[in-house]
């Protein structure tokens, strides 16, 4: 699927992402929790469509469940005792925190696993090259290594094989020998070929003083908006855990605050915050398709 | 104005007394194509390294090297950096970063650009070479034709005056070769880019060329346009000649002979031809309104093998790699007997060398039957097919070797083996061996470095070597003659016959459709995971009109079953003879 939001600068993804996952951890009300796990559930099958459901389905929900109800067993505090297990009380109090809990961690991976889609390796690069520039090019230069060296491996190894010296048969002591040398091969090709790179760096000029580092990233003017759109809603929620207004107390007994017109807007804001990728793309959804149509109706009058 | 101008310089390696260059003057000129050929280590590749400062090796150096009139040395870095673009042997060592886009960007960056002129030379350099396509790509996702594509456009990115490359085509496949050959054309000719290279595929690069350069044991004993050289070339009986390309050699042959007057005076006016299209039309006038007395050659059919059985055997075989992948091999069937040298050819991820790895029982078919002597393949334990029945020369050869010298490399794969009477052999026996071997190869003299140290020619050599230490019944070399000279390969293919004599089978997967031709027993042509034909070279290659030789798209218009230079040169002279 093609991500609207991932086309945003690298920065504002890395923000959303801090922010989503941070706020996450730390709200418990339960309708911020529910808006936080369907934002993230709708986005992180937006991104991977059908494995994600999959994901979901066989990983995250056995895990809500287990963690739902290994709280209770060992968490005995709480006014409701609903039952005795063993000689403990088992109370509601504790079974919704677990619950909760559950709800909470799933909400934190799906939040990863859209920031592992979303947040590429250049983009990473380019946002810790911004602040060590050096680090950014051994970053880059060590993932075009290690699939080279696993590659090369594969390739030495069969051709091991292909002379008689097979690693996986033969005695211990045999094995063991002939893993060693390809081991020592596998270095002394590493440094060899390195040796034919540092010759391409230097004869680029790699070594002149006042090295710049380039980015195909450019922060435009929908970078800007959704910026500022965004730190204003992270504001917003920031001061309404301040003053409390999604607060949710478990034990000994269940108690949200008060719903006012406050909790109403921060809960807006938030809703915003975990929808927004999703609107992003909606909104380009629908003026894509509106563009078409009126395109198609251009052509048809054409036609005519 | 000149670019370079070379004064009587002489280069000599550390430890070592024989001079690397000997009395080098030349002077390339603005917007030049210069061809420098030669032997393998005749000097080629240490003169052009001489002419960057910072790739240039250590050694004691005479003589002068001027960079438009200022000595070379005293140019600054940033300068030789971006006015004097290099490009190496191998694609992939050249690349430094994981992303098209920042390998593009890489020598901008030293350079010290702002991301505005960056942003702007990349995507002039992209639109140029056609990458825009891969642009945002991982350099592990490209072939090995587009690496070194990626490499020239990141060197070009620079905007060099001149750009060195050294030997740039000799890991690619014939077709990525000339593709790219045909861009540095394109920069010759629209960018007027001053271009030194060393090649050898001359058939395609000696037309582009302005000037060509001979260079034998560090001198240069050549330097004229492409024609004239050879000619010179022909005329000193040099062992060069043999790499020129097919019309040049057919042409030096042919006119060698005595011929009646009215035919020599045509043969003074014609010209030497140095494309295809050129021989075609060189021939063409020399047999204009002439009778042929002969017109095409006994050709030799398939013998037929009805009391030898076939050592290999493939039958309905099925391949592919992953359950989700498409197939590689689509329902092959094919049979190899013993003492033939088999040759498969076909274009680029056509599945041969996925047939090899199959027919050395590397990968396992999931339809279909492979018997090796009698046997079905699955039926032998890995030990017994790799010592004694296969021997198998992988197409990147560097991957044999696990020791530090091509001795010790040799020694170590007679590591354990035994003789007739079950002991292990002693070391002197081991030493005589290799010996014999190293002496068949003539890797003697390299028998002390360091394996990685040799040129791809060499390597492939000793990789040989190893090889054949186990005494294998049947040899299988994927792509053996990349890298090689042309001389070599004569060579190589003299080996390959005292091979053959002993009943070895070798089945060979190339590229190399002039050496399949020349020396093959039987030719397949491979396509789309499965053999389309099968004979014998002659048949084959003149029965094709795409996938054949040189001399037959040169002369076919006039002879038939022409394959080989060698069948062209018979019959123009016993046409053309009184």
Sequence with gaps: MNDTFGTYHPIINFIYFCTVILLGMFIMHPIFLCTAIIGAFTYSVFLNGKKAVRFNLIFLLPMMVLVSIINPLFNHRGMTILFYFRDNPITMESIVYGIFTGIMFAVIILWFSCYNEVMTSDKFIYLFGKIIPALSLIFSMVLRFIPRFKEQLKIVYNAQKCIGRDISSGTFLERMYYGIKIFSIMITWSLENSIETADSMRSRGYGLRGRTSFSIYRFDSRDTVVSVVLIMLIILVISGILLGENSIIFFPLIKTSHITIISVIVFIAYFLICFLPIILNMIEIYILKRNKKSGDLDVSVYNK | ?578
């Design chain 2, 1 to 578: 104005m000149s670019v370079f101008i070379i004064n009587n310089f002489n280069f000599t390696y550390p430890l070592n007394e024989a001079f690397a260059l000997r009395d080098v003057n030349l002077t390339i000129d603005d917007g030049q194509f210069i061809t420098i050929c030669g032997k393998s280590g005749c000097g080629k590749t240490t003169l052009l390294r001489n002419l960057k400062s910072v790739l240039a090796p250590h050694g004691e150096k005479s003589g002068e090297i001027l960079f438009y009139g200022r000595p070379l040395a005293e140019v600054e870095q940033r300068q030789q950096a971006s006015k004097i673009g290099y490009v190496l042997q191998n694609p992939d060592n050249q690349i430094v970063t994981d992303k098209v886009w920042h390998e593009l960007a890489f020598g901008l960056e030293s350079l010290g650009y702002d991301t505005k002129t960056i942003r702007l030379r990349i995507a002039e350099m992209a639109s140029f070479f056609g990458i825009q396509n891969w642009f945002m790509k991982n350099v592990k996702e490209l072939s090995g034709g587009q690496k070194q594509l990626l490499n020239l456009a990141a060197i070009m990115a620079m905007q060099p005056d001149v750009l060195i490359l050294d030997e740039p085509t000799s890991q690619l496949d014939p077709i990525s070769a000339v593709d790219f050959l045909e861009t540095i054309k394109k920069i010759n000719t629209q960018l007027g880019t001053t271009i030194i290279i060393t090649e050898h595929r001359l058939e395609e690069v000696l037309p582009m060329s302005d000037r060509t350069i001979v260079m034998d044991k560090g001198e240069i004993i050549i330097d004229d346009t492409p024609k004239a050289a050879s000619e010179k070339l022909a005329k000193m009986n040099h062992p060069m000649f043999l790499a020129m390309p097919t019309p040049i050699q057919v042409y030096a042959d042919v006119i060698n002979e005595e011929y009646s007057v009215a035919d020599s005076i045509k043969f003074n006016k014609l010209k030497c031809p140095i494309t295809v299209k050129e021989g075609r039309n060189w021939l063409s006038n020399v047999f204009e309104d002439k009778i042929l007395k002969i017109k095409a050659l006994e050709k030799s059919e398939i013998k037929p093998h009805e009391k030898i059985k076939p050592v290999i055997k493939i039958k309905d075989v099925w391949f592919k790699y992953d359950k989700n992948e498409p197939d590689v091999i689509k329902d092959l069937t094919m049979e190899v007997f013993p003492g033939q040298l088999y040759c498969i050819v076909g274009g680029n991820g056509t599945g041969k060398t996925t047939a090899l790895s199959l027919i050395s029982g590397i990968n396992i078919p999931y339809r279909g039957k492979i018997i090796i002597k009698g046997k079905n393949s699955n039926q032998y334990k890995i030990k017994e097919l790799f010592k004694g029945i296969f021997g198998v020369l992988p197409q990147n050869p560097q991957s044999l070797f696990v020791e530090k010298t091509v001795r010790l490399d040799l020694l170590e794969i007679l590591h354990k083996s035994k003789n007739d009477e079950g002991e292990y052999l002693p070391l002197k026996e081991k030493e005589e061996r290799v010996n014999e071997i190293a002496d068949l190869l003539e890797i003697e003299d390299l028998l002390e470095m360091h394996p990685y140290d040799l040129s791809g020619g060499e390597q492939q050599r000793a990789a040989l070597g190893k090889v054949l230490l186990l005494d294998p019944e049947i040899l299988l070399l994927d792509e053996p003659t990349k890298g090689m000279d042309n001389f070599f390969k004569q060579k190589f293919a003299l080996i390959l016959k005292k091979l053959l004599e002993k009943n070895v089978t070798i089945i060979i997967v190339s590229h190399d459709i002039e050496f399949c031709a020349k020396y093959g027993d039987q030719c397949s042509l491979f396509f789309n995971g499965n053999i389309i034909t099968t004979n014998t070279p002659d048949k084959f290659f003149s029965g094709n009109s795409f996938y054949t030789t040189a001399a037959n798209r040169m002369s076919r218009h006039i002879f038939k079953n022409v394959v080989t230079i060698k069948d062209v040169v018979y019959l123009c002279k016993e046409n053309l003879v009184k």
